[in-house]
């Protein structure tokens, strides 16, 4: 993608291996699944480079070791220009469709599905028209959000390496000037018949429980001073992973609040829940609230008072009033001068989370993510070097992981270990001893800490060539 501000060019990569017919596709392939593509995409940490470190060649990738696992002949073929179909390559926008993409509304568009950003003016060229600084983009969906936000997962939207963020494609359209730029949303996989989970089960928040930083908060300080930190790795201190934020104000109804890209409808109801508590013990009040941004602004709020143990307080926002283009999630605090704790926040469709039945004594239940990182080649009998995490970071237990080798046109297992989870990271090392293709796959088996339960999962596989 090309993007103002320093951000660096996607150029399309011209893939090796080109199609062979032209012509409209019949299809999508059915051993091929959007929820493999998804795994596979997922597979990647944020940080890693996947081949050139294009948005175009990371699809492309991704496509074809999925195809690849499932025994399927179908490519995505060579982008190379052409002005129709048979100019020597199938183009930016026809690659997709020769490699059996099926086009979907924005709707329906699901986990697994290609978000393809392009110049309708020429759909056969392989190098990007730029305008306005920007240009085309490729991303793949993990979830849709609605109103045309998605949680994408991609590669150089962050500079050459893979990443996962919210994406608005008529955001994108609007910076490069309109028409003739376009959005297709590809279908390169097939689908059964139960959705994935989609948007009303999804945190919208970004940096939610505070692992790492702050970023996506911001204060209103309301003629006084709010200040606010993030902490990590004090015991005993967070309530959810090793991370929290702090803050205080100077003057009663300074507030800390984030802003999250969703149109909501008339009718949806939305719910805004945090942890939150006096690290002091003094008691601390203030204010949940939910707005509806944009229009006739409209808002749901929940006042607390708490002390020190973490206190579940939800504020939800049934949307009577339309015209709403994004919502925000807004914590006012009236104590002055005190400390003030949150965590674990979530901002989801749906109602308020169950209040606790005492607190610090909630049974929570919540999902995981499972990540296997590696090479791409390692030398035969030369130690191999895999790394992965498992999120959230508080989780226990262990991971096993799974080995695969090619031989002949079988997959045989290759044996398995069990590897610990520390702080939500594992490692693994051996020494394969035979030449060819090898499949790793970690599983974490979940695990229970106190009254929380983490759910296991499962990575994508990762692929290794051993020479």
Not at 218 to 225: A, E, K, M, Q, Y
Not at 301 to 328: E, I, K
Not at 392 to 410: E, N
């Amino acid at each position: 993608m090309w993007k103002k501000l320093g951000w660096v060019t996607c150029a399309v990569v011209l893939c090796a291996s080109a199609l062979t017919t032209a012509g409209t596709a019949s299809a999508v392939d059915a051993n091929i699944t959007a929820d493999a593509l998804f795994n596979q995409a997922n597979s990647y940490a944020n940080g890693t480079k996947v081949g050139t470190g294009q948005c175009f060649s990371f699809g492309t990738e991704v496509f074809r070791i999925v195809a690849q696992n499932a025994g399927s002949s179908a490519l995505i073929g060579n982008a190379g220009n052409g002005v129709d179909s048979s100019g020597g390559g199938y183009g930016y926008y026809g690659c997709y469709q020769h490699a059996g993409g099926v086009e979907v509304s924005q709707n329906e568009a699901r986990r697994g599905d290609y978000i393809q950003i392009y110049d309708s003016a020429n759909p056969w060229n392989a190098q990007p028209t730029i305008t306005n600084g920007y240009s085309v983009h490729t991303a793949i969906i993990q979830d849709n959000l609605g109103g045309g936000v998605f949680n994408v997962i991609d590669e150089n939207y962050t500079p050459l390496s893979v990443d996962r963020h919210q994406f608005t494609p008529a955001n994108h359209i609007a910076s490069c000037g309109g028409a003739p730029w376009k959005v297709a949303y590809w279908r390169l996989g097939s689908v059964g018949s139960t959705p994935p989970p989609t948007s009303p089960s999804r945190n919208l928040l970004t940096n939610a429980s505070f692992e790492h930083n702050a970023g996506g908060w911001s204060t209103i300080n309301n003629g006084g001073i709010v200040n606010y930190a993030t902490y990590n790795n004090l015991v005993g201190r967070s309530h959810d992973g090793a991370g929290f934020m702090e803050m205080n104000t100077s003057v009663p109804g300074g507030s800390v609040y984030q802003d999250v890209a969703v149109a909501p409808s008339p009718g949806q109801s939305y719910t805004f829940s945090v942890w939150l508590r006096s690290p002091n013990g003094t008691p601390v009040s203030g204010t949940l609230a939910l707005w509806g941004m944009g229009g006739t602004n409209e808002q749901g709020a929940t006042n607390f008072t708490v002390g020190p143990q973490w206190t579940l307080v939800s504020a939800p926002l049934d949307v009577v009033n339309a015209g709403h283009t994004q919502l925000r999630a807004q914590i006012y605090i009236s104590t002055a001068g005190a400390q003030f704790d949150a965590d674990g926040a979530t901002f989801a469709r749906g109602n308020a989370a169950p209040a606790p039945v005492s607190p610090g004594a909630v049974a929570v239940t919540l999902s995981t993510i499972t990540k296997l990182a590696g090479p791409y080649s390692v030398n035969v009998r030369r130690t191999l070097k895999l790394s992965g995490t498992v999120s959230l970071p508080a989780a226990p237990g262990k991971v096993t992981i799974t080995m695969k080798r090619l031989v002949g046109k079988k997959w045989r297992s290759a044996g398995s270990a069990r590897v610990s989870v520390s702080a939500g990271k594992f490692s693994y090392r051996c020494k394969p001893a035979h030449k060819g293709r090898w499949h790793f796959i970690a599983t974490y088996s979940g695990g229970v800490v106190g009254t929380t339960t983490y759910k296991g999962s499962k990575s994508g596989v990762k692929a290794v060539r051993v020479k």
